[in-house]
């Protein structure tokens, strides 16, 4: 089945050839096809090329890659009666139904302006990238709006830039996405819901996708959204604070892999406040 008005984009940069034929195959599996596939490259391989024209994507170079910068430029591709869908480069649906879902989540509910899928780790990640994932996506559905605020804080705003479905006219009513390179999606779904939208969070959409951060890693992932909070203090003024966000997810892994959290969770909070110092 074909959805009118549905464009996938996914943006990419350095993808791993064996990947990118991982997303097609999982791709091509999906109930739901989009009508417009759109691959944002910045200086892939001649054969990622080949492989996405091959299987009909249209070709659209991004001379400087940044997550929001890139996501914004796509925008001004698209209608705004569009419904978009963006993925990563190295996700890979795990159910035929994936798209179908998020699609249908917002066809059929009018507020709701984003809807983002469930990540599942790959077989080969470690056991603090398993628990994370569960925590951040769980097996129970969820809808948001400004109302779960007091009850929910920064989580309220969570999103996924891996695999989100918008209502194209409400996110540029919303101002897009901000020229951010991390948290784009977290921005773009703060200010969804702060304009008075739904963002919902589709747990039956399923997709693999995880990393297996290493310390340094997960310092620089740090330094990022500290950086990210600090560039936009509105955000924990609106939403409240990070460390409170975080208590959750900290206890959760603190319980299951201690020594792993020891020493990742600690380069991790380190890199945030140089983020939000520097």
């Not at 990238?129 to 007091?150: G, H, M, Q, W």
């Not at 891996?162 to 779904?189: H, I, K, Q, W």
């Not at 702060?194 to 740090?222: M, P, Q, W």
Request: glycine share 6%; net charge negative; aromatic share 10%.
């Amino acid at each position: 089945m074909k959805q009118d008005n549905l464009t996938l984009i996914v943006p990419v940069m350095d993808v791993a050839v064996e990947k990118w034929r991982e997303l097609l195959d999982s791709l091509e599996l999906q109930e739901m096809q989009p009508e417009r596939k759109l691959f944002a490259d910045s200086g892939s391989d001649q054969e990622i090329i080949q492989l996405a024209e091959k299987n009909n994507f249209e070709i659209f170079y991004i001379e400087n890659f940044n997550h929001g910068g890139t996501r914004r430029e796509c925008l001004e591709m698209l209608s705004p009666d569009d419904i978009v869908i963006f993925i990563t480069q190295d996700t890979i649906f795990a159910k035929p139904d994936s798209i179908r879902i998020v699609v249908e989540c917002l066809l059929n509910n009018p507020g709701v302006s984003a809807a983002y899928g469930r990540q599942l780790p790959e077989a080969s990640a470690s056991k603090l990238e398993k628990y994370t994932r569960l925590f951040n996506y769980p097996e129970e559905s969820l809808v948001k709006t400004a109302n779960d605020i007091p009850k929910l804080g920064l989580r309220t705003a969570f999103c996924s830039n891996s695999f989100a479905a918008y209502r194209v006219s409400d996110l540029l009513e919303s101002g897009g996405f901000p020229d951010t390179d991390f948290g784009e999606d977290m921005l773009a779904a703060a200010k969804l819901i702060l304009n008075g939208k739904t963002v919902a969070y589709c747990a039956e959409a399923t997709v693999i996708h995880s990393h297996n951060l290493s310390i340094l890693d997960d310092f620089k992932r740090g330094t990022a959204i500290g950086k990210m909070h600090r560039n936009n203090p509105w955000l924990l003024r609106e939403f409240g604070k990070a460390e409170k966000s975080g208590a959750g997810l900290a206890a959760t892994t603190m319980k299951r892999c201690p020594f792993q959290f020891l020493f990742h969770g600690a380069a991790k909070y380190v890199g945030y406040l140089t983020g939000k110092l520097l």
